[in-house]
C-alpha cells in the first residue's frame, strides 16, 4: 500500500507514520531524512541538494523530486511506502504523478492550531539525550530537569509560539490545498487526532481500510 500522511506541524503524523511502518512492514519516507541519506551517500541529487544547502538556499522541487523518484525505486519500497513531508505543494504532488507512483491512500491528522500551539508550546527537550517532555502531559520528576540524565530541559527554538504560528500559516497556504487535491481523486481519509497516540493510531489504521 503507498500511502501519503498530511498534518499541520505538531498534528503526530510522523508518529503515526512510524507506527504504520511497524504495522505493515513499509518503510516510512521522510523527506527530511531522505535528503541527508542522499547527501550521505553522495547521489548525484543529493550533490545537487549539497550546492543549494551550501549556499543557504532551499532545495528546489525538481531536485527534492529527483531524490524521492530515487527511494521509491528502492527495494525496501516495491510492497508500498509511507510519505511524510512530501508532497508539500499542488506542483509536488503532481510530479509524484508524472513519476508513475500510484497513491492508495491519503491521511490527514487533524488537530486544531490552537492545540497544536498548545502541545509545542509545552514541550521541552534534553540537548544532551534527546528526552523529550511536555509541562502538562509528560513532566520531568524534577522541573526543568531531565529524569534520564539529569540535564536541563530547554524549549526549541522550533516551539516556540511565533515559530509554531508561522509554520502553520505556511501550512494552512502551502500543504492544506493537497486535501482538495486528493479529495477529488476519491483517496482523501480525514483522521480527527486524539489526545492520547493509540486512539489517533487507531482511527487512523480504520482509514487505510476505508
Do not use: W
Not at 522541573?143 to 511565533?162: M, T
Amino acid at each position: 500500500m503507498n500511502l501519503i500522511l498530511l498534518g499541520a506541524p505538531g498534528a503526530g503524523k510522523g508518529t503515526q507514520a512510524e507506527i504504520i511502518c511497524e504495522k505493515l512492514s513499509i518503510p516510512a519516507i521522510s523527506t527530511g531524512n531522505i535528503i541527508r541519506e542522499a547527501l550521505k551517500n553522495g547521489t548525484e541529487m543529493g550533490l545537487k541538494a549539497k550546492a543549494y544547502m551550501d549556499e543557504g538556499k532551499l532545495v528546489p522541487d525538481d531536485v527534492v523530486i529527483g531524490i524521492i523518484r530515487e527511494r521509491l525505486s528502492e527495494d525496501d519500497c516495491q510492497n508500498g511506502f509511507i510519505l511524510d513531508g512530501f508532497p508539500r505543494t499542488i506542483p509536488q504532488a503532481e510530479a509524484l504523478d508524472q513519476m508513475g507512483i500510484v497513491i492508495d491512500r491519503v491521511i490527514s491528522i487533524e488537530v486544531p492550531d490552537d492545540k497544536i500551539a498548545a502541545r509545542m508550546a509545552g514541550r521541552r527537550v534534553c540537548l544532551k539525550c534527546g528526552a523529550s517532555y511536555h509541562t502538562e502531559y509528560k513532566k520531568p520528576a524534577k522541573e526543568g530537569i531531565c529524569n534520564a540524565c539529569g540535564s536541563e530541559l530547554v524549549q526549541r527554538k522550533d516551539d516556540a509560539p511565533e515559530t509554531v504560528l508561522e509554520r502553520l500559516h505556511v501550512y494552512h497556504e502551502q500543504t492544506e490545498p493537497l486535501k482538495g487535491y486528493y479529495e477529488k481523486a476519491g483517496k482523501l481519509r480525514l483522521v480527527e487526532g486524539q489526545e492520547e497516540v493509540k486512539d489517533t493510531t487507531a482511527l487512523t489504521l480504520a482509514a487505510l481500510n476505508d
